[in-house]
């Protein structure tokens, strides 16, 4: 059966009386270029194991089933049980998970799931929920590369370089654990319902190292996040946030060798890194 056949679809819907979630951020596929070449541009190949998020239909499932060496897949909606097992049969190499994936402990999954297989990561997000989900990838550390389906806007974000405007705290946060790259555009007529905005597939390769070694993780997207908080406010209004007195933040801000009036949307992640040293430093004065 093919997945994305928009009839057939339609039909096995129909039969087990489905119906489109909103709230759960729904649209499935209809055009079997967009999962084959997600699988393809992934990467994924007999040595991979691979986790997928979100298989809704199963037409991201079907192509890495046939391309991976294993396949599990984790869907929060029990109502697609019964469509899935149509749409997808019983393919050998494929276990599939009815739960959220945000409450599973991922790395445990990947290493029971995926022994000595090189392990990647797919899914066809929810627009709502991206974020935490591609955060909650990145943050397990045990993929290659993480390819996902987003909102083209999100995938712009995600690229960005510091001082446009689309760059912010999650640019850092996903450049911080892995290197992005838009691969292609998917239009709003390759789904049903269609959504009202162009998706893109997004790949991230995972870094081994982070671009900047820093000693406390925790502090650092701290200091990101405060640094984005207010955007038009220079760098050291928004640090406020981290209740560090104000000339301790002018002592650190000129010790990294930045103006007193930057703004946080300049600052590269090597800066962020030397900048939260400092401020670590600083508070501990």
């Known amino acids: 059966m093919d997945p994305c056949n928009i009839h057939e679809i339609k039909d096995v819907l129909s039969r087990h009386g489905f119906h489109f979630s909103k709230a759960k951020g ?4 209809t055009q079997s270029w967009v999962p084959e070449r997600i699988a393809r541009e992934a990467g994924v190949d007999r040595d991979c194991g691979v986790l997928e998020v979100g298989p809704g239909v199963g037409p991201l499932t079907q192509w890495l089933c046939r391309l991976a ?26 276990n599939l998970i009815f739960g959220d994936i945000l409450k599973q402990d991922i790395p445990a999954l990947v290493a029971e799931q995926f022994p000595g297989l090189r392990v990647k990561a797919c899914a066809n997000l929810p627009y ?11 943050e397990a ?27 912010g705290a ?20 390759c789904f049903i319902p269609q959504p009202k ?11 081994s190292q982070p671009p900047a070694m820093v000693a406390d993780e925790a502090f650092f997207f701290r200091v990101v996040r405060a640094s984005f908080a207010q955007r038009r406010k220079t760098l050291v209004n928004g640090l406020g946030a981290l209740g560090i007195p104000k000339p301790r933040l002018l002592e650190a801000v000129r010790a990294c060798g ?13 800066d962020f890194a030397k900048l939260s040293s400092a401020l670590s430093a600083t508070a501990e004065d």
């Open 258 to 270: 930045f103006a007193e009036n930057v703004r946080g949307e300049t600052l590269s992640i090597p």
């Open 197 to 207: 905005v162009t998706s893109a597939v997004l790949h991230l390769t995972v870094r």
């Open 128 to 138: 709502y929920i991206t974020s935490d989900i591609l955060a909650a990838l990145l």
């Open 26 to 29: 729904q649209n499935f596929l």
């Open 69 to 94: 060496g294993k396949v599990t897949a984790v869907e929060l909606d029990k109502r697609l049980q019964p469509v899935l097992a149509e749409t997808l049969g019983q393919p050998e190499n494929l």
């Open 170 to 189: 999650f640019t850092v946060f996903c450049q911080y654990h892995a290197q992005p790259e838009i691969l292609f555009d998917v239009p709003p007529s």
């Open 141 to 167: 550390k045990c993929f290659e590369t993480v390819t996902v389906m987003v909102q083209k806007e999100v995938a712009q974000r995600i690229c960005a370089a510091p001082g446009t405007a689309d760059y």
